[in-house]
């Protein structure tokens, strides 16, 4: 059974930074996308980053370039997402995905969900 559980999230000020981490198990997750999505109340879960597996090709939102960095620990199974210079139009609940293939940003062709962990910054 494929699992993916978030952490890190938390009230921050702006301007400050979190990470949030992304454990994967149940399977191995080579040739896989692994990305984190967001979701803002009464919006659409919206894409932010992902990284490939093998290989490590990475691939921004443009509200985020500059300001996160997505990374991956091929031994801890783990994915991370450095969140710097935050703004409250960052606040949401963040999602970890995993999906086969150089997926991107295509929210439907991600099999796996983690369960989201809040993201709130204050101004």
């Known amino acids: 059974q494929v699992q993916l559980v978030e952490s890190g999230g938390g009230l921050v000020q702006a301007g400050g930074s979190l990470s949030l981490a992304c454990a994967g198990s149940g399977r191995t997750f080579s040739n896989y996308a692994m990305a984190w999505f967001r979701q803002a109340p009464g919006n659409e879960r919206e894409f932010v980053a992902a990284i490939m597996w093998s290989g490590g090709r990475t691939s921004y939102a443009d509200a985020v370039k500059g300001r996160f960095t997505i990374s991956r620990d091929n031994a801890q199974n783990t994915v991370y997402l450095q969140m710097n210079s935050l703004t409250p139009e960052d606040t949401a609940v963040y999602y970890c995905?995993?999906?086969?293939?150089?997926?991107?940003?295509?929210?439907?062709?991600?099999?796996?969900w983690g369960q989201g962990t809040q993201v709130t910054v204050s101004s």
């Open positions: 995905a995993a999906g086969r293939g150089s997926i991107w940003s295509q929210l439907p062709r991600y099999d796996y």
